[in-house]
Each structure stands twice: as C-alpha cells, then as structure tokens.
C-alpha cells in the first residue's frame, strides 16, 4: 500500500488550497481515510477522516473551512481548505486505516499506512 501526498504550498492567511492523496495498492472504498497534520514540536493531529461507508468526522478547528472528500474510482483522497489561518500551518499527511473504530477517526494510533507528507505554511 502506497499513499502519495500533493498539493501542499505557501499561501497568505485566508487563501484556499486542495490537497490530494493518491493510493495504490488498494481501494479506497474499502478503508476509513483521514487527514493529519503535525506542525513543528506539536504532535500530529487528526483534521478530518472518511470513512468506508462515507461518514465524516472534522476536527472542531477546521470544521467549516476544510473539506474532506474522496473519489474511488480515482483512487483519491482530497483535503479542500478555505479561510486558511497561519495555525493551519504544518505537514499535512494522509492515512489508511482497516479497523477504525468509528469514534476514534481521529486519532493517528488508529491509522495502518501513511504517506510522506506535504508541507503547507500560511503566512
């Protein structure tokens, strides 16, 4: 399973970017997704997840600036984000996930595969 990370840029405070996740290896249908991002000397924190059958759980940070979505016949998972903040900065990574359990879609320790990141900085 390979997950591949883009999209990630500098952008000024209130500017919009889409972040992709390529998959190979698997299908997306098939697995809980999510988006995680750790900015320097924090721990990595869960942004935004889908899940198998479609459901969505935010983090309360970004719920009604970023938008998680994901196109299976693409194998792609996306991040749009809105209106965004110089605390959005950070390494954006996306995740896979077998067995995540419903309440905890935000939480890294839950996820099996990872990509490497891309890196978005607001300022």
């Known amino acids: 399973v390979q997950l591949v990370e883009s999209g990630g840029s500098l952008v000024q405070p209130g500017g919009s970017l889409r972040l992709s996740c390529a998959s190979s290896?698997?299908?997306?249908?098939?697995?809980?997704t999510g988006w995680f991002r750790q900015a320097p000397g924090k721990e990595r924190e869960g942004v935004a997840a889908?899940?198998?059958?479609?459901?969505?759980s935010y983090a309360d940070s970004v719920k009604g600036r970023l938008t998680i979505s994901k196109d299976n016949a693409k194998n792609t998972l996306y991040l749009r984000m809105n209106s965004l903040k110089p605390e959005d900065t950070g390494m954006y990574f996306c995740?896979?996930?077998?067995?995540?359990?419903?309440?905890?879609?935000?939480?890294?320790?839950?996820?099996?595969?990872w990509g490497q990141g891309t890196q978005v900085t607001v300022s």
């Open positions: 995740a896979a996930g077998t067995e995540v359990r419903w309440n905890r879609r935000l939480v890294a320790r839950e996820y099996d595969y």
């Open positions: 290896g698997y299908t997306y249908s098939t697995y809980c």
């Open positions: 889908i899940d198998s059958d479609g459901s969505i």
